[in-house]
């Protein structure tokens, strides 16, 4: 069978992507998925950071396009979740081969032969590779904070990758706060969706344990049993099809 591709990405930065992308990566990974998450985010790639793995000699997807490396070589796999594959950005917008949607079709299309799940996390907005990735991807999440310019930027974000031919698109609301939400200084969850224009995945807390480990190159899931814990693996959980209750914050 083959996998599924899965594109994360934002209209505003700062929004959670890399968060989100490792973290439910991780999460597919607990329920026996072979994962390969690629870094999108070119020049600024971090995921290597917060998955721990920034010492490894890493081959971008770049030089998979371009034939310097095979998927096998590139895709470094990590030193603990030993079915959670890591690709990373190219350092540079020098190479155009990198960023053409029919090249990066060609590469997913190789890729979901090898992988369950492939996500990708991108850079905000909508530069570089990341509308060539959600046009070619099988879904997108828009990760955004319930904030009204946030949600704002996801929606104009999620417009282009449906015009790119992203047929599914759904939202993911990160730090979410209760009592903010309560006293009326953010917009409900209800309310995000509206302004978004999107079906909702699933809502992430604030927890400072996710730039804590993120911090310390530890895997959020390995070392948290707190709350954004809980709205990781539901989301993998919906995203593998199961019906799964909304997080009660
Ligand atoms: N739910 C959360 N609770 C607390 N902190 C969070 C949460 N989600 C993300 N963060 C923190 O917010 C910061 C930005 O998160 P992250 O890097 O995942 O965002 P991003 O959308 O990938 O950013 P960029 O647009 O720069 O790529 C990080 O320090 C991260 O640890
Ligand atoms: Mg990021």
Sequence with gaps: MLGQVI?????????????????????????GEKVLLIDADIGLRCLDIV???????LFSYGDVICGRATLKQAAVTHPIVKNLY??????????????????INAFLRYARR??????????AGLGGANVAFGGSSDKCIIVSTPDETALRGGQIMADKLFEAGCEEIK??????????????????IDKAMD????G????????????RCANAQKILLLYSDGKAVKAYNNIAKRLMGEKVRLLHI
């Design 7 to 31: 594109t994360i990405a934002s209209g505003k930065g700062g929004t959670g992507k890399t968060s989100t992308a490792a973290n439910i990566a991780v999460a597919l990974c607990a329920y």
């Design 114 to 123: 090898h992988f369950s799940y492939i996500i990708i996390d991108c850079a």
């Design 195 to 198: 302004t978004a224009g999107l």
């Design 86 to 103: 890591l690709l990373t950005a190219p350092a540079s917008f020098d190479e155009k081969e990198a960023f053409s949607q029919k090249n």
């Design 171 to 188: 939202l993911v609301v990160n730090r979410v706060k209760k009592g903010t939400i309560e006293k009326g200084h953010s917009p409900d």
């Design 51 to 57: 998955l721990g793995m920034s010492s490894y000699v």
């Design 200 to 211: 909702l995945l699933g809502i992430v807390p604030e927890d400072k344990d996710i730039p």
